[in-house]
């Protein structure tokens, strides 16, 4: 059983709710809500490979792998973290996450608006609307708009604000550290 302090392999499937990002923060969601057979939407996020060729996400550079990682220290998102505990081996568990345990809250202060010139001198490249680019700080975002003299910049992570699924396969527990080579995904920063 994952209980806390286990090491815990899973493959994990993350889907948007809605099957598409919306423009603005939906309304908030009860946080872990099962979802037996509610249409899930596009796959944004997959640790098994043969999801990933079935829908069409697969790519060449991506190690596709079961995720590794020591229940509940923080090291996946909350929300996944605190599904697989309880889990047995072999079980699979589809929960529903609000953006309080997934990817947070859009906050438009991570929207900023900065001289054109100085991202293009940065980057040594013109600006262009999708482009990403970071900060001085090491922080990733896209560009969302560019006018003549002005570029803004999106920091949001891409799923902020975002309701999502997950799909939890438990494939193994350890009580000790495995040496498997697994990954550590889902986190914070990326699924």
């Known amino acids: 059983m994952a209980d806390p302090g286990t090491i815990a392999i899973v493959h994990?499937?993350?889907?948007?709710?809605?099957?598409?990002?919306?423009?603005a923060p939906a309304g908030r969601a009860e946080t872990n809500a099962s979802v037996d057979g509610a249409d899930a939407g596009e796959v944004f996020e997959t640790t098994d490979v043969d999801v990933a060729l079935e829908e069409g996400i697969y790519h060449?550079?991506?190690?596709?792998?079961?995720?590794?990682?020591?229940?509940?220290?923080?090291h996946v998102l909350?929300?996944?973290?605190?599904?697989?505990?309880?889990?047995?081996?072999?079980?699979?568990?589809?929960?529903?996450?609000?953006?309080?345990e997934a990817y947070g809250e859009r906050d438009e202060r991570e929207v900023v608006t900065v001289p054109r010139e100085e991202i293009e001198e940065r980057s040594a490249t013109t600006a262009e609307v999708d482009d990403l680019v970071r900060s001085e700080t090491?922080?990733?975002?896209?560009?969302?708009?560019?006018?003549?003299?002005t570029v803004t910049v999106?920091?949001?992570?891409?799923?902020?604000?975002?309701?999502?699924?997950?799909?939890?396969?438990?494939?193994?527990?350890?009580?000790?550290?495995?040496?498997?080579?697994?990954r550590e995904a889902a986190s914070r920063g990326g699924a």
């Open 154 to 182: 999106d920091f949001n992570n891409e799923l902020a604000g975002e309701r999502v699924e997950f799909e939890i396969r438990l494939l193994e527990v350890h009580a000790t550290e495995t040496g498997h080579g697994g």
């Open 78 to 100: 909350p929300g996944i973290d605190r599904a697989v505990q309880g889990m047995t081996e072999g079980e699979t568990r589809t929960v529903v996450l609000d953006p309080a």
């Open 12 to 23: 994990l499937t993350g889907r948007l709710v809605d099957g598409r990002r919306s423009e």
């Open 138 to 149: 090491g922080d990733v975002g896209w560009i969302t708009e560019v006018s003549p003299e």
């Open 60 to 74: 060449d550079h991506r190690d596709f792998k079961p995720l590794e990682f020591r229940v509940g220290e923080g």
